[in-house]
Nanobody
């Protein structure tokens, strides 16, 4: 399984971005997908996760009400809509996938990882 994250960029505080994660597997609908982020000098942290069919979504407390995760299993793509961005949201955002049907918030729960996309929020 190969994951390709894209859609990061530079945005001013208060702006929005929608990174996406495209997967190269036909059975993508059988993979839980998570987004994680890592800021310089910090450990990688959980951001959001979505169940196989997209009926279950999970968020870190720090992004609840600000970010929305969704998926399109026809396009084999997961999205992370990020609104009201703050400078502290600046990080490399990674998507990850796993066949385990229970979405997890720890990075060890994901076998496949994308290369990351950089999000920079200026003040």
């Amino acid at each position: 399984v190969q994951l390709q994250a894209s859609g990061g960029g530079l945005v001013q505080a208060g702006g929005s971005l929608r990174p996406s994660c495209a997967a190269s597997v036909r059975t993508f609908s059988m993979y839980v997908v998570g987004w994680f982020r890592q800021a310089p000098g910090n450990e990688r942290e959980f951001v959001a996760a979505i169940s196989w069919a997209g009926t279950g979504t999970y968020y870190a407390d720090s992004v609840k009400g600000q970010f929305t995760i969704s998926r399109d299993n026809v396009k084999n793509t997961v999205y992370l809509q990020m609104n009201s961005l703050k400078p502290e949201d600046t990080a490399v955002y990674y998507c990850a996938a796993d066949r385990n049907p229970a979405p997890r918030q720890d990075s060890t729960g994901y076998l496949y990882w994308g290369q990351g996309t950089l999000v920079t929020v200026s003040s």
